[in-house]
């Protein structure tokens, strides 16, 4: 029987526009598609691409959501009292969310950004669990839930090591040979293109070093595999930004009271509000249409980028801003960041990419389709 195996590599924020004027790994992965990104950001389309389903079925979209009943973070109410000059400290707000994680025995993702401590009891967060494990997604089944089930010996990365990490592991874990599927996870590129945009010199050195990482995985294939198929595959792109618009600011103005009359919830590029009265709901969508370059999200819209959750689970409203436009102050940073994503899906910027050895026969159109080839494969695998 001929062993082969197939490798689907997660470069985070490797967008359509980023490499398809780039000549990345053009003669080993020829057949290069751009995928629609799903409306949301990473801890949006990550949840999308391990279990195929949008988020009105996985249930995440931004991390907070408006449950005060539930709130893990009741018992910081007390920590308003403090001076916001040490708690609006990134450094401490990073100790203070490994804190809570190790309290409440979380295994995923979980940073409090910089949700305000006065108001950060109103919300639950989603990824209270690791997602690329088994049952990381329950009731919705993920990939190791499938492979799992299938009986596949896998590898799929720990999201908390390094790339390079990341890298090693899976070379270590093919040189046995039995692994038959595997799933490598990398994050750094998002990071680098917050931090210097698409334009920045570091970007191609970046996708240097990458190529350089792949060719040890794909040898080190060639060396253990009689076959091996590998495919490279990303979640969003990258806009640069082009102005900051105070949302928060132009909300307040109006005086409403936080809890009582209205809950907001600002992210970078998008802004969730749940009301508790007409009054404040209507001087709200009132001022948010004087809100500069960005628009409330139609019922259409919602329900085209799959976030038309019949309980508002994220937001009564929501508002989005036009690419580019960032939000800032929001409660993910105090700062606007020089490149964003969470903007329109269909923004040239916002398109993800996916790369293969071999022409697909149906070419994922949206992240989420990524999944049903990589349950094509589990299938084949089984098959053999
Ligand atoms: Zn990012």
Known sequence: MKKDISIFMFIDALGWEIIKDMNFLEELLPYRYPALMQFGYSCTAIPTILTGQPPTVHKHLSFYYYDPVNSPFKMFKILKYLPSCIFDRWRFRHLFSKLIKKMKGYTGYFEIYAMPFDRIHYFDYIEKKDLFVPCGLAPVPNIADQLEERKI??????????????????????????????????????????????????????????????????????????????????????????????????????NYKFGKDYVAMYDSTMVHFWYFNEEAKNAILTKLLEVPHSHILTDEEKKRYMIDFEDDMYGETLLLMDAGYQIAPSDMGLNALPAMHGFAPEHEDSIASFLSMEPLDNPPKWVGDYHRIMLEKMNMIVKK
């Open 153 to 254: 010996p896998y590898h799929i990365s720990n999201w908390r090591l390094s790339e390079l990490q990341n890298i090693n592991a899976l070379i270590e874990d093919m040189k046995k040979g039995e692994i038959r599927f595997a799933f490598l996870y990398t994050a750094a590129m998002d990071s680098l293109l917050h931090r210097v945009t698409k334009q920045g010199k570091e970007i191609p050195e970046k996708l240097d070093w990458y190529k350089d990482q792949i060719m040890r995985v794909v040898e080190t294939a060639k060396q253990n595999y009689d076959d091996f198929k590998l495919y490279i595959m990303s979640d969003h792109g990258m806009t640069t930004l082009t102005e900051i618009v105070d949302v928060k600011t132009m909300i307040e103005s109006l």
